[in-house]
């Protein structure tokens, strides 16, 4: 994919890719919504990821042997509900880059990242900055602003925002870096999404853990969409901590539980602070049901309740999927799954003089490509919508579009770029 000129904006050429693609076949193991008998052209699995047809069995079997055993099904079922989260973890661990014990299925995102925040945001009176990207997802700025309130700081003091420079949509890694060293007596924490979710920008989040640490300060990210998408090394990154939801790339359904990892290095230190529940005391002890909390020695010691059962079998039923194609062949067609998607929007642009800008860097994203219609808005996707399009809108002017490597295709994107030229 990376000579543009052999590249071709046709019908016949898409399917030729698809014929060739060694992952077509695994589109058909999800459901695709439906436009006029057809499948729609979905380009927003960095949004709600599509549901696997495995997905109801998975859930159905908990239901079965609720129904059958009540209670006794946290000891009796087939896949016995006590250690449940345990099912996901070795997987989910694969995916990001981490040791199994660093990693733990629970709660949602923004739980997740405050209750990380609990310990390893304490700020004193000379380091209580926090470094993260502008225009962070919303939910990460409520909890970035709220933990600097909660401790007694002004946020206008102690958040510093890097921003693109005038004129660009993307930061410029030379800039955060600039923004560590500058602050570098001050700061104690950086939080950084590790893909932007408005212009698809991957930050170079080893670099940024290496600055960060240099600094004095502990560094954590947000992998909401990044989490299935990229290659994650977490572990050996030496990222303190990191949060991500499942029901994007992951494909867990609406709302699913998401996940958390805490480096081994601080595993070992029992008085590091946390809120405390019942599932994060020594399991081996948790049922004699003492009032002194003994911390388990992995990252399920921030677990607080009992796992969701049926959201962690919807995840287990797309972890086993992500298992058996593996990261490598995935991010292998992402990258020319992207490239073509490029490759048609600048053949559009020939005809259509240049009116979409595509804002997300070449060289650092994953499978989202953040779009720019110059004069159009927001009723051009609302056209897209109507036409069986389903891409993704973000305020003020862009339009997102992922293909997703598990059930997207080359065709997928010769009909977007078919029904898109007809908009314009």
């Known amino acids: 994919?990376?000579?543009?000129?052999?590249?071709?904006?046709?019908?016949?050429?898409?399917?030729?890719?698809?014929?060739?693609?060694?992952?077509?076949?695994?589109?058909?193991?999800?459901?695709?919504?439906q436009h006029n008998g057809k499948d729609v052209v979905y380009f927003t699995g960095n949004s709600l990821g599509l549901q696997p047809k495995t997905?109801?069995?998975?859930?159905?079997?908990?239901?079965?042997?609720?129904?059958?055993?009540?209670?006794?099904?946290?000891?009796?079922?087939?896949?016995?509900?006590?250690?449940?989260?345990?099912?996901?973890?070795?997987?989910?661990?694969?995916?990001?880059?981490?040791?199994?014990?660093?990693?733990?299925?629970?709660?949602?995102?923004?739980?997740?990242?405050?209750?990380?925040?609990?310990s390893f945001y304490r700020p004193t009176k000379q380091r209580y900055k926090i470094l993260c990207e502008a225009k962070a997802f919303p939910s990460d700025q409520y909890a970035l602003q709220s933990q600097i309130k909660f401790h007694g700081f002004d946020i206008d003091d102690a958040l510093i925002e890097v921003h693109p420079r005038e004129g660009e949509y993307t930061i410029r890694e030379e800039d955060i870096f600039s923004a560590i060293e500058k602050n570098k007596d001050s700061l104690a924490l950086i939080m950084i999404g590790g893909v932007n979710f408005f212009s698809g920008q991957v930050f170079d989040m080893k670099a940024i853990t290496e600055a960060g640490?240099?600094?004095?300060?502990?560094?954590?990210?947000?992998?909401?969409?990044?989490?299935?998408?990229?290659?994650?090394h977490l572990h050996g990154w030496n990222v303190d901590f990191a949060a991500w939801c499942s029901y994007k790339y992951l494909n867990s359904g609406p709302g699913s539980v998401a996940g958390a990892f805490v480096h081994e290095k601080h595993l070992s230190n029992v008085?590091?602070?946390?809120?405390?529940?019942?599932?994060?005391?020594?399991?081996?002890?948790?049922?004699?049901?003492?009032?002194?909390?003994?911390?388990?020695?992995?990252?399920?010691?921030?677990?607080?309740?009992?796992?969701p059962i049926f959201s962690m079998a919807a995840c287990r039923a797309s972890l086993d999927i992500f298992d058996e194609v593996g990261m490598d062949a995935l991010i292998e067609k992402s990258k020319r799954l992207t490239a073509y998607l490029e490759f048609v929007i600048g053949e559009i642009n020939k005809k259509k003089n240049n009116c979409l800008h595509i804002i997300t860097p070449e060289k650092n994203r994953g499978c989202q490509i953040s779009i720019v219609a110059h004069g159009?808005?927001?009723?051009?996707?609302?056209?897209?919508?109507e036409n069986g399009v389903i891409p993704d809108w973000r305020e003020p002017n862009v339009i997102r579009c992922a293909p997703v490597p598990l059930y997207n295709s080359f065709e997928d994107i010769h009909r977007f770029s078919e029904i898109l030229i007809s908009l314009l």
């Open 1 to 33: 994919m990376s000579e543009v000129l052999e590249l071709k904006n046709s019908l016949e050429f898409a399917k030729s890719l698809d014929e060739k693609d060694p992952l077509k076949n695994y589109r058909e193991r999800f459901i695709l919504p």
């Open 55 to 118: 997905t109801s069995s998975y859930i159905q079997q908990e239901l079965d042997d609720w129904g059958k055993f009540g209670v006794e099904g946290h000891f009796l079922a087939k896949n016995p509900w006590m250690p449940y989260h345990e099912f996901l973890t070795d997987k989910m661990a694969k995916l990001v880059g981490a040791q199994p014990k660093e990693v733990v299925m629970m709660n949602q995102l923004t739980v997740n990242l405050h209750l990380l925040m609990v």
């Open 213 to 232: 640490h240099k600094a004095g300060a502990i560094v954590g990210f947000d992998l909401a969409h990044a989490a299935g998408n990229i290659k994650l």
């Open 271 to 307: 008085d590091l602070p946390l809120f405390a529940g019942w599932w994060g005391h020594d399991k081996q002890t948790r049922f004699l049901m003492d009032k002194k909390f003994i911390p388990m020695q992995t990252a399920e010691r921030w677990q607080m309740s009992n796992a």
């Open 376 to 385: 159009y808005g927001k009723p051009l996707y609302n056209k897209l919508i």
